[in-house]
């Protein structure tokens, strides 16, 4: 049963009430469940931040990194144990910003790993203040006037070398959710997962919502699937785009 890669000793986790990382794990384990990855033949490496706790709760070997740093531990893994399948688990902010080197070098190396980006617009851990995925003109705790800049474009990162595969999703639809983390497992080289998720306490009361539910709610009406055979996504659509 995929319960048995999450350590149901350490529940409940020390996520806010609503946050939407307790179900990136549990999708992430039903994945692994299915594809019989357990402790023996996978470890999980996270980042710094609020998704950095993932790969505490899970019942495989796991790093947690510096931050930033995910991605070249993960590669060093994957160089001395190379049957391993590494699953890196992080946030915006740490892939996207302070690692944002090491993102465009991992993709343009093309090692055998598999990213899951826990998308959620913000620093959540700090408390909410502008990153790298911020749309523009979005209040945080460190733009009270708005965001100035535009966001970072991790699609077209992922889509400028010769072979990539990029998937977007969210944590509204869970069985979208699969299907993009099951194929990004099983691509052969860099797979990239952005998962659009909700960060009730530090990012969704400031743009108006009341709850959890109706940032969800809020994905359901925003984002639909993106026609098969599509080669771009759009801002509002979720998908897999890829080549090579």
Not at 104 to 123: E, F, G, Q
Request: proline share 5%.
């Amino acid at each position: 049963m995929f319960k048995d890669l999450i350590k149901l000793d350490r529940l409940p986790t020390s996520w806010c009430p609503g946050c939407g990382l307790g179900q990136i794990m549990i999708q992430l384990a039903m994945v692994m469940d299915g594809l019989g990855l357990n402790h023996t033949n996978s470890t999980v490496i996270s980042g710094v931040g609020c998704t950095g706790r993932l790969a505490g709760y899970m019942n495989v070997d796991g790093i947690y990194t510096l931050h930033g740093r995910t991605l070249p531990v993960a590669e060093a893994v994957k160089l001395v144990s190379p049957d391993l399948k590494v699953i890196v688990v992080s946030g915006d902010g740490d892939l996207a910003s302070i690692g944002g080197n090491h993102l465009l070098h991992a993709a343009r190396r093309n090692p055998d790993l598999t990213v899951l980006c826990n998308n959620n617009n913000v620093y959540g851990l700090t408390g909410g203040q502008a990153g790298p995925t911020t749309p523009r003109n979005t209040k945080t705790v460190s733009t009270p006037a708005g965001a100035t800049y535009d966001p970072v474009n991790l699609q077209n990162l992922m889509k400028a070398g010769a072979r990539y595969f990029y998937a977007k999703t969210t944590v509204y639809h869970q069985l979208h959710l699969r299907n993009c983390i099951k194929e990004a497992i099983a691509w052969p080289g860099f797979a990239f997962v952005d998962i659009t998720c909700h960060c009730i306490e530090n990012n969704g009361r400031r743009l108006g919502f009341n709850s959890a539910y109706e940032m969800l709610q809020h994905f359901r009406r925003t984002y639909k699937r993106a026609p098969d055979g599509a080669e771009t996504l759009g801002p509002d659509e979720i998908g897999i785009v890829r080549q090579g």
